[in-house]
T-cell receptor, first 113, second 116 residues
Framework: DSGVTQTPKHLITATGQRVTLRCSPR?????VYWYQQSLDQGLQFLIQYYNGEERAKGNILERFSAQQFPDLHSELNLSSLELGDSALYFC????????????FGPGTRLTVT | AQSVAQPEDQVNVAEGNPLTVKCTYS??????LFWYVQYPNRGLQFLLK??????LVKGSYGFEAEFNKSQTSFHLKKPSALVSDSALYFCAVRDPTKGSARQLTFGSGTQLTVLP
């Protein structure tokens, strides 16, 4: 168990809808990273937050947004969902912003029908 | 731009035999290199990293990796494979000279199957 929690574990929704994925980092970790894992795209970095501020952006679509709250938990918002957004979404946390090691949560499996 | 390649989608090895999972990378500076393992329906678990120093890095569960700068490789190895090592393995790279690129680039993954 990495100490990173993600809810929900599974999510099934329809095209055009909006969902929110939640991540609680390990105790004391200030950085949160979001990743998308799909069969065709592999594991892709989406976005990083450090102590409440956005630090780095990867291949995140404009329909997606994220934030990190004062208690350091993070939410990834996915809107106007398309079939191609079906994937595993992982969050990872790290103690600092320097990315020497990350601890991954179990993931949220999103299915868009 | 940084990139990493795992040339083998699948590696099969008999239990007790040595295993190697290959990884090559491309960065403009000296790389930070990582190996992660993913078991079915689980998140990724950190195995080991190379930042600087000894080219042979030892990690969790008896795994080790050798950094080879001239060949731009970071192959994962284990002297004696276990059936429980069967999983999906990811190599990842970060270019530390890119201050704004605070992200890891992952390879496509290699499915390791250890046969009893």
């Amino acid at each position: 168990d990495s100490g990173v929690t993600q809810t929900p574990k599974h999510l099934i929704t329809a095209t055009g809808q909006r969902v929110t994925l939640r991540c609680s980092p390990r105790s004391g970790d200030l950085s949160v990273y979001w990743y998308q894992q799909s069969l065709d795209q592999g594991l892709q970095f989406l976005i990083q937050y450090y102590n409440g501020e956005e630090r780095a952006k990867g291949n995140i679509l404009e329909r997606f947004s994220a934030q990190q709250f004062p208690d350091l938990h993070s939410e990834l918002n996915l809107s106007s969902l398309e079939l191609g957004d079906s994937a595993l979404y992982f969050c990872a946390s790290a103690p600092s912003a320097t990315l020497l090691e990350q601890y991954f949560g179990p993931g949220t499996r999103l299915t868009v029908t | 731009a940084q990139s990493v390649a795992q040339p083998e989608d699948q590696v099969n090895v008999a239990e007790g035999n040595p295993l190697t999972v290959k990884c090559t990378y491309s960065v403009s500076g000296n790389p930070y290199l990582f190996w992660y393992v993913q078991y079915p329906n689980r998140g990724l678990q950190f195995l080991l990293k190379y930042i600087t120093g000894d080219n042979l890095v030892k990690g969790s569960y008896g795994f080790e990796a050798e950094f080879n700068k001239s060949q731009t490789s970071f192959h994962l190895k284990k002297p004696s494979a276990l059936v429980s090592d069967s999983a999906l393995y990811f190599c990842a790279v970060r270019d530390p000279t890119k201050g704004s690129a605070r992200q890891l680039t992952f390879g496509s993954g290699t499915q390791l199957t250890v046969l009893p």
